[in-house]
């Protein structure tokens, strides 16, 4: 694991890294500065809460969720994956990090090298790389024209997962909700297909 990273993104740092789906802006989810400078650079709207990868299903506990039985079969059964899951949240310790929606969007992704990042890092929030309505930077030359030297680190996709290496032209995960009796409801149909 690179050491450095790991460091960079626990100590505050804001960098674009391949993700399981499309290259992301990440820090740290559990730093409310990180979290609204990623908000700034991304000029995204106040109101809509970012996606968070997790690297367990343990660390929902973080975020003081205690999932039903229901659920956890559910996440089971259906993680890792980029699937996307909003889950309710109570109380105003994440308001940062939720908007005031009471839910927050989790991900476990399938992929080995960022789930051992996610295990060392904690959770980390991870839009798309762009500027909002913008097209999402598929390689790291794009990354750059969004955010040039605003971002602490750059981190090119060294996964044969990745065309050409370094080329993301992914879709993005797919979104549903998931009630305590663990039925879902699809909010965005992405790379991960999932019946109804």
Do not use: C
């Not at 499309?22 to 970012?50: C, H, M, Q, T, W």
């Not at 310790?93 to 090298?113: C, I, Q, V, W």
């Not at 890092?121 to 309505?133: C, D, F, R």
């Not at 879709?171 to 991960?192: A, C, M, V």
């Amino acid at each position: 694991m690179n050491t450095d990273l790991v460091n960079q993104l626990k100590n505050g740092g804001i960098g674009i890294i391949p993700t399981d789906t499309i290259y992301g802006i990440v820090g740290s989810a559990l730093n409310p500065e990180v979290v609204e400078k990623i908000y700034f650079l991304r000029k995204r709207n106040p109101d809509k809460p970012f996606i968070i990868l997790i690297g367990s299903m343990e660390e929902l506990e973080k975020f003081g969720i205690q999932l039903t039985q229901s659920q956890r079969d559910f996440l089971k059964s259906h993680w890792p994956n980029p699937l996307s899951v909003i889950l309710p949240i109570h109380g105003n310790k994440f308001k940062y990090l939720h908007r005031g929606t009471n839910s927050l969007a989790f991900r476990m992704p399938k992929d080995e090298k960022l789930i051992k990042l996610l295990k060392e890092t904690g959770p980390l929030v991870a839009p798309s790389a762009n500027i909002e309505g913008e097209k999402p930077a598929e390689n790291i030359d794009e990354a750059k024209e969004y955010f040039g030297n605003d971002v602490d680190f750059y981190r090119e996709a060294a996964s044969s997962a990745y065309v050409d290496g370094e080329l993301i032209k992914g879709e993005p995960s797919t979104l549903i909700s998931l009630d305590h009796n663990g039925k879902f409801t699809i909010l965005r149909q992405g790379s991960y297909k999932i019946l109804i």
